[in-house]
T-cell receptor
Framework: DAKTTQPTSMDCAEGRAANLPCNHSTISGNEYVYWYRQIHSQGPQYIIH???NNETNEMASLIITEDRKSSTLILPHATLRDTAVYYC??????????FGTGTSLTVIP | EAGVVQSPRYKIIEKKQPVAFWCNPI?????LYWYLQNLGQGPELLIR????????DSQLPKDRFSAERLKGVDSTLKIQPAELGDSAVYLC?????????????FGPGTRLTVL
């Protein structure tokens, strides 16, 4: 019962910005938006999270729409090592993480 | 700081055999999760512990799967007997909550192959 909708796959040229969209139209007021990624044969890795405001850290930026029904993860300068499956998750502390199938991002040289 | 540790990383067994996976969470994390990940799918929760208590095990197939978290630290997930369909990656994660924020830290997983 994934609460999010993501494109199945995307390509991005190396050095360019990768913009990964996510729809979460049923998000409730106390639920955070989390982004994780999973590189082949590794466990999921936390990238960033947000509640209402846009967020930026050393890995990425998260843009959340004003109505909170969608968000975009931005990798500003994609590298080959960013090739991975990216999961958008909405959850509060009492709820499960529903990962869905994520977006498979391929960074092309 | 050490991350979530899982062992073994890989396990190959024949069907009907038992198997166990071990997880050591990040120190101080009171919440521990076991996830199952099938090929091409995202992780799916099997069980969640708050300290020693299993607070959500609704997705755990209790006829063959069991888990324990003694003393609220390490945890073991067991399958007995294993079936061919149990071949998957078993992930352990841990977290400590701050209000409604709950960042989970994942281990590398155990890849199980049942022959």
């Amino acid at each position: 019962d994934a609460k999010t909708t993501q494109p199945t796959s995307m390509d991005c040229a190396e050095g360019r910005a990768a913009n990964l969209p996510c729809n979460h139209s049923t998000i409730s007021g106390n639920e955070y938006v989390y982004w994780y990624r999973q590189i082949h044969s590794q466990g999921p890795q936390y990238i960033i999270h947000g509640l209402k405001n846009n967020e930026t850290n050393e890995m990425a930026s998260l843009i959340i729409t004003e109505d909170r029904k969608s968000s975009t993860l931005i990798l500003p300068h994609a590298t080959l090592r960013d090739t991975a499956v990216y999961y958008c998750i909405v959850s509060n502390a009492g709820n499960q993480f529903y990962f869905g199938t994520g977006t498979s991002l391929t960074v092309i040289p | 700081e050490a991350g979530v540790v899982q062992s073994p990383r890989y396990k190959i067994i024949e069907k009907k055999q038992p198997v166990a996976f071990w997880c050591n969470p990040i120190s101080g994390h009171n919440t521990l999760y076991w996830y199952l990940q099938n090929l091409g799918q995202g992780p799916e929760l099997l069980i969640r512990y708050e300290n020693e208590e299993a607070v959500d095990d609704s997705q755990l197939p209790k006829d063959r799967f069991s888990a324990e978290r003694l003393k609220g630290v390490d945890s073991t997930l067991k399958i007995q007997p294993a079936e061919l369909g149990d071949s998957a990656v078993y992930l352990c994660a841990s977290s400590t909550r701050t209000g409604n924020y709950n960042e989970q830290f994942f281990g590398p997983g155990t890849r199980l192959t049942v022959l």
